[in-house]
C-alpha cells in the first residue's frame, strides 16, 4: 500500500501563491507517478498536473500552465505543487495520486491507484 497525506492548503487572495505538499510512505515512492488533481463542490474531479517517476516529464492542466509547477523530492517521498498567481476559480479540495501508469493517461482520475484525503484550497478576490 502507499499512503499519501497532503497538506499547505488554506485560505488566500487572489495572486497571492500557497505550495501544497503530498508526503508518500509505504512502496517505492519514486517508481510511480504522482499527480494533482482538484474538485470543486457539484464538480468532476479534474486533472491539474503531474509529474512522472524520474521526474523527467510534467504535464498541466492548460488553466494552470505558467502559474503552477509540479516537483518532487524522490529523497523525502514527496511530491509539491507550488501555486502561483492564484485565481478564484482555483478554489477547490486538491487530492494528491499515485500510480504505475504511462504518459497517455497521466491526465485521467481512474489509473491512479493511491489517493489522498485532499487539502482546501480558497481563493478569495
Known amino acids: 500500500q502507499v499512503h499519501l497525506v497532503e497538506s499547505g492548503g488554506g485560505l488566500v487572495q487572489a495572486g497571492g501563491s500557497l505550495r501544497l505538499s503530498c508526503a508518500a510512505s509505504g512502496r517505492t515512492f519514486s517508481s510511480y507517478t504522482m499527480g494533482w488533481f482538484r474538485q470543486a463542490p457539484g464538480k468532476e474531479r479534474e486533472f491539474v498536473a503531474a509529474i512522472s517517476w524520474s521526474a523527467g516529464s510534467t504535464y498541466y492542466k492548460d488553466s494552470v500552465k505558467g502559474r503552477f509547477t509540479i516537483f518532487r523530492d524522490n529523497a523525502e517521498n514527496t511530491v509539491y505543487l507550488q501555486m502561483n498567481s492564484l485565481k478564484p476559480e482555483d478554489t477547490a479540495v486538491y487530492y494528491c495520486?499515485?500510480?504505475?501508469?504511462?504518459?497517455?493517461?497521466?491526465?485521467?482520475?481512474?489509473?491512479?491507484?493511491?489517493w489522498g484525503q485532499g487539502t482546501q484550497v480558497t481563493v478569495s478576490s
Open positions: 495520486a499515485a500510480g504505475a501508469l504511462t504518459t497517455g493517461w497521466v491526465t485521467h482520475v481512474r489509473p491512479y491507484e493511491y
